[in-house]
């Protein structure tokens, strides 16, 4: 939680906020972790991937990764780039909400994991979004949390079956 909140300051600049405008929006931040344990990929060749490409559908995404390493990203060229782990550091990901935010200024880049090491690889990824009834004025449509639920209800099933709707 600190180091989300030590980045809002920089970034409400990105946003053409001051930081206590953005800090005012995360009062109550919509914030969890979760633990990942990817086994060993036995079959790259058959697209074996411990997580297939995708973007992250929040503000920011903290992560915290073991030495093993298998976090590829694509570059703004297209190419899927390793970000080697560092010890002590953190990647931060921008996630969708952050990019509609600011027009695609700040982009949500795709990502994938694959665990090539040929032993378990764990990440710890911690979701920072702002509140729930948190709005921008680049995003009137949604709340943040109505962005994602629009999201979550998108993409999973199990809200589809529960009768939400896609957005």
Sequence with gaps: MALGDRMLGPLAL???????DLRARYMKPIAFMRLFHYPP????????????EHKDYGFLTILAQDSTGGLEVRSPGGELVLAP???GNFIVNAGDMLSEITTGKIRSAPHRVINRAGIGRYSIPFFYDPDFDARFDSLPQFSAGEFLLAKFNKFYQYRKDMGQPAA
Excluded at 14 to 20: I, M, Q, Y
Aim: hydrophobic share 35%; net charge neutral.
């Design 14 to 20: 990105c946003l053409g906020l001051t930081p206590a």
């Design 85 to 87: 782990p560092r010890p």
């Design 41 to 52: 990929t036995t079959n790259v060749a058959q697209n074996e991937f411990g997580a297939a």
